[in-house]
């Protein structure tokens, strides 16, 4: 109820500001003495914006009624210049179909040609085209809040839709790291345990066996809070990373033992924070495989700005014997791509001809003016 109160409020005032207005005009245009039906249904031209957001066609069509009988009874000139029926339309337009906006606006356009035909003193034609125009605009500018108001809904469905995949996602992966790393570890301690006392050089690979299953594991959850951004050390105010950090990237990577060329062509440019954090990421994630699974490899890092693509190539030479090279459908590349088509781009990733690895990322760039 607390959202609503804002709203119902201001509408509340409207109504008030209004009826004091109209109230004023009615008064000056009858000499002091106004009819009391043509005091209802002034009042009835106003009063009923502060249910609008419960009922628009109801609250437009009491509108509408009431400053038809107004003129059509004789009691001259809208008291109020049709104030109501603009907010009406507005609401009917901006909060129902567009039918239904563009009933009301048919019927708003009928009503003013019959009350003007109805005026004791004839209205010159730039009078009735300047009140056409005035509804046209509150129609006009009340579709295009409903339609901005639509947008945002799909947007924000679109945006929970992501955030339930991303889950799901990462929920997979980790099941995938958990399940089988505590599947190892469980089974050789178990091993460790039963033949402790009698076969010592069994144990002790056994124990070897869940020191390296627990560290495979500690280093793929570390990558994959790295994607989530979970780090206890990092400043939570600095800014997200891009190309522009590529270089200390492969300063980190040849220091845990790759060597990495990295080369930029094209006119360097400013992207957008979203495909600069992807293009960084395919980069990072594209590293940690080559150093996970190529085994003794060098690796290449190719960027190119294009005039409308930045492609980002890595590109590996080396497959460790019995661990080769991560797969397409990987859960490393499927993260990628999905990164990738969150901004309009392509990843590609496979087995190169003459052995090795390549991921080639490309994103589309904004027109050079």
């Known amino acids: 109820m607390r959202k609503l109160f804002i709203p119902v409020l201001a509408d509340v005032l409207l109504t008030v500001a209004l009826t004091v207005l109209t109230t004023a005009n009615l008064v000056t245009q009858s000499d002091g003495k106004p009819h009391w039906l043509a005091t ?13 957001q419960w009922a628009p066609v109801g ?8 400053l038809v009988l107004y003129s059509t009874l004789g009691f001259g000139a809208w008291p109020n210049t049709g104030l109501g029926m603009v907010v009406g339309l ?8 567009r039918l239904a906006g563009t009933t009301a606006f048919v019927v708003t356009l009928l009503s003013v040609v019959v009350a003007y035909r109805t005026f004791p003193v004839p209205l010159a034609v730039s009078d009735i085209l300047q009140s056409a125009l005035a509804m046209s605009v509150a129609w006009a500018v009340g579709d295009s809040t409903r339609r901005w108001m639509l947008r945002t809904e799909r947007l924000a469905a679109k945006a929970v839709s992501a955030v339930a995949e991303e ?7 980790m099941h995938d790291i958990v ?3 505590m599947s190892v570890i469980s089974l050789q301690a178990g091993v460790a345990e039963y033949v402790l006392d009698t076969d010592p050089p069994t144990a002790k690979a056994a124990i070897a066996t869940v020191g390296d299953a627990s560290r495979e594991a500690l280093s793929e959850m570390r990558r994959l809070l ?3 951004r979970i780090e206890q050390d990092a400043d939570p105010f600095s800014p997200q990373p891009g190309l522009a950090d590529l270089g200390e990237l492969v300063s980190r990577t040849r220091s845990a033992g790759l060597s990495v060329t990295l080369t930029t062509t094209g006119q360097v440019r400013q992207l957008a924070a979203g495909p600069d954090l992807c293009a960084y990421r395919v980069v990072q994630e594209s590293l940690t495989n080559v150093l996970q699974h190529a085994g003794p490899a060098t690796a290449t890092v190719e960027v190119e700005y294009g005039e409308l693509t930045l492609t980002v190539m890595i590109t590996d030479d080396g497959v460790k014997p019995y661990n080769p090279a991560p797969s397409p459908d990987s859960h490393g590349i499927r993260g990628m791509r999905e990164r990738a ?5 392509v990843l590609t990733a496979g087995r190169c001809s003459g052995g090795g690895f390549r991921v080639v ?3 589309p760039l904004e027109e050079t003016p």
């Open 40 to 52: 209802l249904l002034a009042f009835l031209t106003v009063a009923p914006i502060a249910f609008r």
């Open 59 to 66: 609250t437009f069509a009491v509108i509408v009624v009431a």
């Open 90 to 97: 507005f609401t009917v337009a901006a909060m129902r179909s």
């Open 167 to 173: 889950r799901v996602r990462i929920a997979r992966e």
């Open 179 to 181: 399940t089988h790393h």
């Open 226 to 228: 790295d994607v989530l």
């Open 341 to 345: 088509e969150l901004y309009g781009g």
């Open 361 to 363: 990322l490309r994103l």
